[in-house]
């Protein structure tokens, strides 16, 4: 080594070679840290930065978000204030921002949330159609999935009876079995998923529906991992994050496993569109995609699906164990819910107008979405196009992340649960739609408001509602002795659901014919 610093074989100057190499590799590090010094958002003058004590701002955004705008709140009631995350100062606005919002077209959600995700990376495919489809994907699920939502209840009602009985057909009568609640609930809504995305064939592939599963329990986690790394640094820091690599490799397999597929619909679809005829409706997201995209060009099907996989499983699975857990916490539900959906069923079948008609199921699911959601920030935006100019003259301007703080009386974990409270709100004149579960708007925000409103909360009710009457009415449910209450966490603004919480089952004979309730 000495020998080849000194060697003036290799040198410019009369300075060896070597020595060049050393002082600009000693550069590097500097010139990267000016680098983000200087293309770092700063955060915004004149609005006071929350922290929490003891801890580095970004990792109190990153692991304690609840408590963090807590504080702000208290610190800064009816003001807005900013927090640190990983990537850049956030903008928290006070509740009386939510309709001007709600009603501007320079605040966009994709870009928020997206736009923070490393959706260049190879393994975050799913990501990358997001951010490419900004609009496409949301107009797909509201369009065209809302659309054929009365024609697949029959099958998403087969389906769950079918996965129900392949998670819990071997359990033994008369005798109570323990099985782990999230992990359950989970599988049921990525078979809907799968059935309703890609059919019957690829719902049935278990390879398959275990990885719609996998890929979004490690894409999401693995993303914000990434988040604690400079963005520059993130393409060299993925090949060394465990998460990371099981991205790329279950984003592999996920290509692997259903571009055939995908090509196949991807034929039809294009066949029936160039003769003039609309797609099937029914199981065929491919369809939809090809229908709806005025672009065309090089959307990318299979992305789309696994963008489909981090928006709507494990969401809709977290809120399904939710909505059971807290059944089994206050039993005298089961009996309640168990009667409506017999009569219901009865009366309708297995139709949307029966899950229409499911109002103590729909107050349960609300008053768990309360629970879950009502402490976090909501309707996340970016600022886009242009300044945002509030009417009091606050000015955010283009390129800042904002959202918006719940409403000050929503207390979440610290109200008792009571889903009556759903059902006296319906019955007031007009009110019935406002507070239904699917309901987004000023009053009920969990969802989202306005135009970025979540668009795959119908389907979700669905999903919800179809898998609960079956799971009520074949099977009991108790809680072991000295049940947990499970943690509803957050990572940044993302509801996150980790729960070994293990709850009993016994089978029962379901009063009505669960595969044609109809008489
Ligand atoms: C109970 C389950 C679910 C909950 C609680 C939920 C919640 C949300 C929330 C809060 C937003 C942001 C809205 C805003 O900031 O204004 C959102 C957006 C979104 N959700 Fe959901 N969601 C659920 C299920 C689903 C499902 C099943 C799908 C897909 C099939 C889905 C797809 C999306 C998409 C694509 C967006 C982005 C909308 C846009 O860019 O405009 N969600 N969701």
């Given at each position: 080594m000495i020998n080849f610093l000194h060697n003036t074989a290799f040198s410019l100057a009369g300075i060896p070679l070597a020595i060049y190499t050393l002082v600009c590799l000693a550069a590097v590090p500097p010139i990267l840290w000016l680098y983000r010094f200087a293309t770092r958002q700063q955060p915004l003058r004149g609005v006071p930065i929350v922290t929490l004590d003891g801890q580095k701002p970004?990792?109190?955004?990153?692991?304690?978000?609840?408590?963090?705008?807590?504080?702000?709140?208290?610190?800064?009631?009816?003001?807005?204030?900013?927090?640190?995350?990983?990537?850049?100062?956030?903008?928290?606005?006070?509740?009386?921002y939510l309709e001007e919002v709600r009603d501007s077209p320079n605040a966009a959600f994709a870009p928020y949330v997206v736009g923070d995700m490393p959706w260049n990376l190879p393994g975050f495919d799913g990501f990358l159609a997001m951010y490419k489809h900004q609009s496409l994907i949301p107009e797909v699920l509201r369009v065209k999935l809302t659309q054929s939502l009365g024609l697949i209840t029959e099958g998403l009602a087969e389906e769950g009876i079918m996965v129900t009985e392949e998670l819990f057909g071997k359990l033994a009568p008369g005798?109570?079995?323990?099985?782990?609640?999230?992990?359950?609930?989970?599988?049921?809504?990525?078979?809907?998923?799968?059935?309703?995305?890609?059919?019957?064939?690829?719902?049935?592939?278990?390879?398959?529906?275990?990885?719609?599963?996998?890929?979004?329990?490690?894409?999401?986690?693995?993303?914000?991992?990434?988040?604690?790394?400079?963005?520059?640094?993130?393409?060299?820091?993925?090949?060394?994050?465990?998460?990371?690599?099981?991205?790329r490799c279950e984003a592999r397999t996920a290509r692997k496993l259903i571009t055939k597929e995908v090509e196949r619909?991807?034929?039809?679809?294009?066949?029936?569109?160039?003769?003039g005829q609309k797609v099937s409706k029914t199981h065929d997201s491919v369809g939809w995609v090809l229908e709806q995209s005025k672009t065309d060009g090089k959307l990318d099907l299979v992305g789309f699906q696994l963008a489909i996989f981090t928006a709507g499983i494990h969401n809709t699975g977290g809120h399904l164990f939710t909505a059971l857990w807290y059944i089994i916490a206050y039993p005298k539900y089961i009996q309640l819910l168990r009667e409506e959906a017999i009569s219901v069923l009865k009366e309708y079948g297995w139709t949307r107008q029966a899950l229409g008609r499911l109002r103590l199921q729909d107050a349960v699911h609300r008053e768990c979405l309360r629970i879950l959601r009502s402490n976090l920030a909501t309707a996340r935006r970016q600022v886009v196009k242009g300044d945002l100019k509030f009417s009091d003259g606050f000015t955010i301007p283009k390129g800042r992340n904002f959202v918006v703080m719940p409403p000050a009386d929503y207390q979440g974990e610290n109200e008792p649960f009571y889903p009556e409270r759903w059902i006296e709100k319906r019955a007031g004149e007009g009110q019935a739609n406002k507070h239904a579960f699917v309901a987004a708007n000023i009053e009920n925000q969990e969802f989202g408001v306005g135009k970025h409103a979540c668009p795959g909360r119908w389907f979700a009710n669905d999903e919800m509602k179809i898998a609960l009457c079956i799971l009520l009415l074949r099977y009991e449910w108790k809680a072991p002795p000295g049940m947990q209450k499970p943690l509803f966490a957050a990572c940044e603004d993302f509801p996150t659901f980790e729960s070994t919480v293990q709850v009993q089952i016994t089978p029962r004979e379901p009063e009505i014919d669960l595969a044609c309730p109809k008489i």
């Open positions: 970004e990792e109190g955004w990153y692991a304690k978000p609840r408590e963090l705008l807590i504080k702000g709140r208290k610190q800064y009631p009816d003001q807005p204030f900013q927090v640190l995350s990983y990537s850049g100062p956030k903008l928290v606005l006070p509740q009386r005798q109570w079995h323990n099985i782990t609640l999230l992990a359950e609930a989970t599988k049921i809504i990525s078979r809907f998923t799968a059935r309703t995305m890609l059919g019957e064939e690829m719902a049935h592939d278990p390879e398959y529906v275990n990885l719609t599963i996998r890929y979004a329990g490690v894409a999401f986690p693995a993303a914000l991992q990434l988040r604690r790394w400079p963005r520059y640094l993130r393409p060299i820091v993925q090949y060394f994050t465990p998460l990371c690599q099981k991205a619909r991807e034929k039809l679809a294009r066949a029936a569109i160039a003769a």
